[in-house]
């Protein structure tokens, strides 16, 4: 790698110009273009009675194929301006005219998906096994199978034309409420306001103090703004609730499931192995109590560190460590990652105006990657940029399949990503050089289980219990954080001193509009790679390539065949999921074994 590494992204050579580039306002132009011509052939296909007249339906695929590729395109780029600067006004203009045009072409789908539903099922079996068409199986068997159980084309175009300035302006207003969150905070005699993004970083402090004196803030700071957040929760929730009910589904969780290609059963058995791991979990917790002298952990203390080093490591040593343990389970993942690190598709610096959080986009016009964070030094950030890392390496495997199956979804991509952070921390646990540091890596990594276990699972009962709430009317802010703060205690057992009630406003996965649930998909993922991982272990080398293949697949089946065809396994049963907790109770039964002395 070429070394120092720059810790800002290279868009330019994407579209030069940032938001006032003239290519990319070209490009938008001319995808619009498309976008009409794609319009005018949906409108003018006819329900086909044999091949001939469904010879035109495969040029439709193709303009699709091309329309899906570009308004991922422009939507990672403006994605990007957005993040790095949440003060770009031409950016979030820009976003609303690609939402425009996303919502247009969403309708345009919906009719052809509803052409789609009308063939007769033995010509439609006849097309799709055609070897133009047969790649794309998969994906038409589900579009239609799902046109069927919405609404007629026209509601559903319409539904999706007031989902821009309602469902997703919504959406967009959260963006906007936490660009305005500034919060002061004292380092060195000098007060700064911190955004949202630098003062989460602070959260993570190995000082107990610092973190507990953020926390405080940082839960004024949103409970200041908790009227705007229950508000734009609300709405979104209503928006949905509204459609589900149009369309005659009574479950919430129908349509989540649905995107992440997965039953109710898988979920539910996942959730069981989970809840029954919970016990050996407490037992971690309380024993890191007592190991930080305290009687019990605040939500603050759930990740802080065992002990109070205030080591940092600088971006450069991040980026050689991953690369080094990613090489040792697959050159390929190696040296995809040194890559994405010289061509500066990674932007890590800390300063004012950024996002927060991390996330990894794909633009799949330049069959290239971006991974968005904020670098503070912090193991947590080392086990991020890992994470993002495992996320651009399965888009790049999707290189050269139709763009229309490369939509692969959450949960799958969730496991490539912490499946990356897997290699890397246990890794390092195996390599550490003394006790203390053996000690202090696999606490780093039992963080992990509780995050998933409990943090996750949090999310989920409140997300849940807030959508059966909504429906009989507006909560109002307390309400919905006594909600956020009921599940926190049940999916940590009542372990923690203290819980973050406001969590809920100041989280930007629960105002997502293109994912709902954006929580049981982190789970999935970190048990689905915890058993991948477990089954790497016993198969050694040769499992790299299998890993690579499964990953390939992940855009044209459901998890379980997916699960069935690579590890011949049924995720609806126990087995699978019970090897993955296996994993993670020995890493807390070593931990405790190696605590007993000081406790």
Known sequence: MNKPLQQTWDLESIF????????????????????????????AAI?????KEAEPL???????????????EAGSFVGCL????????????LSGRITTLSADLQGVLAKFNNLLREIDDTLWEEWTSTSKVEPLKFILNESRNLAREKMNPELESLALELAIDGYHGWGEFYDTIVSKIQIPFEENGKTEMLSAGQAFNKLHNPNREVRQEMFEKWEQAWTEAEDYCADTLNHLAGFRLNLYRNRGWDDVLKEPLAINRMSRETLDMMWAVIQDTKPVLVEYLNRKAKLLGLDGLSWTDVEAPIRTSVSKVTYDEAAETIVEQFRKFSPKLAEFSEMAFDKNWIEVEDRQGKRPGGFCTSFQESDQTRIFMTFGGTASNVSTLAHELGHAY?????????VLNQDYAMNVAETASTFAEMIVADALVKAAKDKEEKLALLEEKIQNSVAFFMNIHARFLFETRFYDK??????????ISELMEEAQKEAYCGALSTYHPHFWASKLHFYSTGVPFYNFPYTFGYMFSTGLYVRALEEGSTFADKYDALLRDTGIMTVEELAKKHL???LT???????????????????????????
């Open 16 to 43: 030069p110009g940032g938001s006032h580039s003239p290519e990319f306002a070209a490009f938008l132009t001319a995808l619009e273009k498309e976008a009409k011509e794609l319009r005018a052939a949906v409108t």
């Open 394 to 402: 399965h888009q790049y495997l999707m290189r050269g399949i139709p």
């Open 573 to 599: 049963g126990r087995e699978f999921w019970q090897s993955a907790a296996d994993m993670c109770i020995s890493d807390i039964q070593q931990f405790l074994q190696m605590t007993n002395h000081l406790a």
């Open 470 to 479: 909504r429906k009989e009317g507006l909560l109002s802010a307390g309400e």
């Open 568 to 570: 011949d396994v049924d």
């Open 58 to 72: 495969e040029h439709i695929l193709s303009l699709l194929d091309r329309c899906a590729a570009k308004i991922s």
């Open 82 to 93: 957005a993040a790095q600067d949440q003060n770009d006004k031409k950016a979030i203009q």
């Open 47 to 51: 329900v086909p009675t044999n091949l």
